[in-house]
């Protein structure tokens, strides 16, 4: 005669259900707590503090990288004279960017590195970090800059 799993738990004393409900308890807490950071992570937006005077650690390095490889910064100034309305360049700078952080993953220094080490020692995700790219700001900088070089000579 075959028992189904409802005539078996009909059967069981509480000391023996017991170990089930702490299991189940503690799968439902995780499944909320799981639920909680999911729901932070797409509806509040997290602000890391400001860094080397940009908008945060990401941001920053970014920009170093860029500024400081001749190429990056001749492709972007290159953006910058085909693209002469800010919400054009902003939405190309973003794209090159993002392009140039994934083609950089496999390599044990540059930009990605940067961004990863910083994420792992502050507990982070790499993409977490990347989605906080403020490339509003970047942007804003490089026209910036690009806009006092021109005046200037």
């Given at each position: 005669?075959?028992?189904?799993?409802?005539?078996?738990?009909?059967?069981m004393t509480?000391?023996?259900?017991?170990?089930?409900?702490?299991?189940?308890?503690a799968?439902a807490?995780?499944?909320?707590a799981?639920?909680?950071?999911?729901?932070?992570?797409?509806?509040?937006?997290?602000?890391?503090?400001t860094?080397?005077?940009h908008?945060?650690?990401?941001?920053w390095?970014v920009?170093?990288?860029?500024?400081?490889?001749?190429?990056?910064?001749?492709?972007l100034?290159?953006?910058?004279?085909?693209?002469h309305?800010?919400?054009?360049?902003?939405h190309?700078?973003r794209?090159?960017?993002?392009?140039?952080?994934?083609?950089?993953?496999?390599?044990?220094t540059?930009?990605?590195?940067?961004?990863?080490?910083?994420?792992n020692?502050?507990g982070?995700?790499?993409?977490?970090m990347i989605r906080?790219?403020d490339?509003?700001?970047?942007?804003?900088?490089?026209?910036?800059?690009?806009?006092?070089?021109?005046?200037?000579?």
């Amino acid at each position: 005669m075959v028992v189904s799993a409802e005539q078996q738990w009909a059967h069981m004393t509480e000391a023996e259900k017991a170990p089930f409900y702490a299991r189940w308890a503690a799968e439902a807490a995780k499944r909320k707590a799981q639920k909680e950071l999911d729901t932070m992570a797409t509806t509040t937006e997290i602000t890391l503090p400001t860094y080397n005077g940009h908008t945060n650690y990401a941001t920053w390095n970014v920009m170093l990288w860029i500024e400081n490889e001749e190429w990056s910064y001749d492709n972007l100034q290159f953006f910058i004279v085909r693209n002469h309305d800010k919400t054009a360049f902003t939405h190309h700078l973003r794209n090159h960017l993002l392009r140039y952080i994934r083609e950089t993953r496999d390599i044990d220094t540059g930009c990605y590195a940067d961004i990863k080490g910083y994420a792992n020692a502050h507990g982070k995700r790499v993409d977490y970090m990347i989605r906080r790219i403020d490339f509003e700001a970047i942007s804003a900088s490089l026209l910036d800059s690009y806009n006092a070089e021109q005046q200037a000579s």
